[in-house]
């Protein structure tokens, strides 16, 4: 029995919608396995961070290395920590003529990493530069980051992302506060703290102890 015109047109319609529901199938399944393909790739090529230890003294070349992406490498720039000290909030407030309630609450210790930040051969301008936000104080138990109520009384330079002039270096403080909720005083210098000035493709950190 042959089909009627009628039935015959909407037969095809559906071969045809079915066609073309199996080959966008088909492409989004491709596209899909190009994407983890790409992404295994890429991470297969990166690998691991490379470590490179540092002493207090020693100057840290920040090359083109970064934190968590190549737009913040700061190529031609150096950093070098030249001092360390750990404060109770109290005698911080006392230093450098704080309040208490200028200070993050949180803060009960406040340790300053002293640090020389030198612009070697960096043209760049303001498309380059150094970022205190993204280092990172590291040891066995406790990871922190810059503590941005105490920098200002600690600094002329108010910035924390900034560049240099070619051929300059300025002295800075960075600050890390602790919580005595969360670890004790005689725990924030043990023999692994560390601070931590790149992280990719180089892990480049200088040794505190």
């Not at 491709?30 to 470590?51: E, F, H, K, Q």
Request: a negative charge; aromatic letters at 12%; charged letters at 20%.
């Amino acid at each position: 029995m042959f089909m009627h015109l009628q039935e015959r047109v909407l037969w095809k319609r559906s071969v045809i919608d079915m066609k073309k529901k199996i080959a966008a199938f088909a492409a989004l399944v491709i596209a899909a396995s190009a994407c983890t393909l790409r992404i295994n790739s890429i991470n297969s090529a990166a690998g691991y961070p490379v470590m490179q230890k540092y002493n207090v003294g020693d100057e840290v070349l920040m090359e083109n290395d970064f934190f968590d992406n190549l737009g913040e490498a700061a190529d031609g720039y150096s950093v070098t920590v030249t001092d360390k000290q750990l404060l109770s909030r109290e005698d911080f407030c006392s230093k450098y003529n704080a309040s208490d309630d200028e200070i993050d609450p949180n803060s009960d210790f406040i340790l300053l990493v002293s640090v020389n930040v030198r612009n070697i051969n960096n043209n760049n301008g303001n498309n380059s530069g150094i970022n205190f936000r993204h280092f990172i104080f590291q040891n066995n138990a406790y990871i922190n980051y810059l503590d941005d109520s105490a920098y200002p009384f600690v600094n002329d330079f108010k910035e924390f992302a900034f560049s240099l002039r070619f051929n300059s270096d300025k002295d800075f403080v960075i600050p890390f506060g602790f919580s005595a909720d969360h670890i004790n005083a005689e725990d924030i210098l043990d023999e692994n703290s560390e601070l931590v000035v790149t992280l990719y493709p180089h892990k480049k950190s200088v040794s505190l102890n």
